[in-house]
């Protein structure tokens, strides 16, 4: 079992900037990929970034690509999110996703355990 926890959500007006934090702790062994969705009100979740275990594979979604950067460290079991610019369709919950695998996907169902969520709210 792998547990995920996310902090760093909040509410900020739009242009502002947030960074999401996710440890993970249990058996996670190397060479795993940790992403992020989003699900906001009325929507279906959708993926926001994801990066491999060592750092040099990142993908991310056409709307956040220039604004948000994702990163790790695995010595802390840690992944990021830092969100620049944000706008207010950025509203969302913010989940943490963990997959055992060598390959940065972009598809939800693929990784096998998830946070709980934080709540990104963006002002206009």
């Known amino acids: 079992q792998v547990q995920l926890v996310e902090s760093g959500g909040g509410l900020v007006q739009a242009g502002g900037s947030l960074r999401l934090s996710c440890v993970a702790s249990g058996r996670t062994f190397s060479s795993y990929v940790m992403g992020w969705f989003r699900r906001a009100p009325g929507k279906e979740r959708e993926f926001v970034a994801a990066i491999s275990w060592g750092g040099t594979t990142t993908r991310y979604a056409d709307s956040v690509e220039g604004r948000f950067t994702i990163s790790r460290d695995n010595a802390k079991k840690t992944v990021y999110l830092q969100m620049n610019d944000l706008k207010p369709e950025d509203t969302a919950v913010y989940y943490c996703?963990?997959?055992?695998?060598?390959?940065?996907?972009?598809?939800?169902?693929?990784?096998?355990?998830w946070g709980q969520g934080t709540q990104v709210t963006v002002s206009s």
């Open positions: 996703a963990f997959e055992q695998s060598n390959i940065v996907r972009t598809i939800g169902r693929v990784y096998n355990y």
